[in-house]
């Protein structure tokens, strides 16, 4: 591998748009560690992106469970040295069986669920890349949000994301953690480290399968922002909110 390839980390990596996020980074020339929770699914995967002529390497990562974190951030240094890309994309819907996320009938612990990956995994996993992120010349983290954590979104009537059932869990997730880029972004400023957060819309994956409507965009689609923002140049937007048409109203 030459000095000058670009690192990048993808978590939740083994399918959905993860899996096409580290496709499209891998067939850029990056060498991809496909992070995800199940160590055979992450091999899986790393092989089909190899298979395809990609530069892939499996990382066990579950972003709930500190000591795998740990140890991927460990696995990353002592191979690499250094990580120029993160993709925080790792991110459960959570169950809302028996209005489990519904104001007023709200389960906590379903709740807690869906932050312990959306939100605070996040936190945990970005905090133990960040002496390998500094060690590069131009890092990048994207965090995967979502349309529904968009305030405006949910707010205006002309848009359909205001008819949706009220949920306490899932974009209440993303909302914290759009608040949560612009944190990253302020603090990490100094060492010009780009962080922004996407929207990729609604994609025909396994996580959309319990959509009220039908998601007609492919996972592919889906990884176009973020892939723009990983491969953001110097001049780069940071402490941003975007999808394919732009700026996302917050």
Known sequence: MADDTTIALVTGANKGIGRAIAERLAGLGMAVLVAARDPRLGEDAADALRAAGGDAHPV?????????IEAAAAQVAARFGRLDVLVNNAGISGPDGHGAQTPGTVDLGAVREVFETNFFGVIMVTDALLPLLRRSSAARIVNVSSGTGSLHHMTDPAHYMSKLPAMAGYPVSKTALNA???QYAKALASDRILVNAVAPGACATDFTKALPYPASRTAAQGADIAVRLATAGPDGPTGGFFDDDGTVPW
Do not use: F, N, Y
């Open 60 to 68: 066990t990562l579950d972003v709930t469970v500190p000591a795998t």
């Open 180 to 182: 949560l880029t612009v």
